[in-house]
């Protein structure tokens, strides 16, 4: 996600980065689609990625390593409630459950619930677990 980010930034094509930074187009894909985290590349990898990107190898892997943490904290030691519809829904994509429509709803009620009703989690909280779980994250 940090390389799509920074992609944007310089409205650079994955294909572009790819060549300009001598890696397989199919290691930047699988970095940009977090099949393979920046965290467990080579440091060959992120030097070019950096370099082509203009940015200290630090950054690109500090940034990284940040994001991951935070994913992590946002999907663990929810409420009860919440962890449980999340884990329905994700069980409910891996078995390709017809109810998935039922396991959007009761999540996207959950998330709502522990942001406006109880407080439990911020409104950041919510808007990433609806955007990666909800709008297609999950799916993609």
Known sequence: MIVEDLLK????TKYRLALE?????STLSE???DKTKLEKCSAETIYKLAKTLGI???TLTEAGIRRTELEKSYEHNLPAYLQHDLDEYKAGIENSSSLLDCLWGELYGS???AEINDGTITAEHADYLRQKFLWGG???
């Open 111 to 113: 998330i709502n619930i």
């Open 31 to 33: 970095i940009c689609s």
């Open 56 to 58: 200290s190898m630090e």
């Open 21 to 25: 930074a001598n890696i397989p187009h």
């Open 9 to 12: 930034q310089r409205k650079m």
């Open 138 to 140: 999950a799916r993609t």
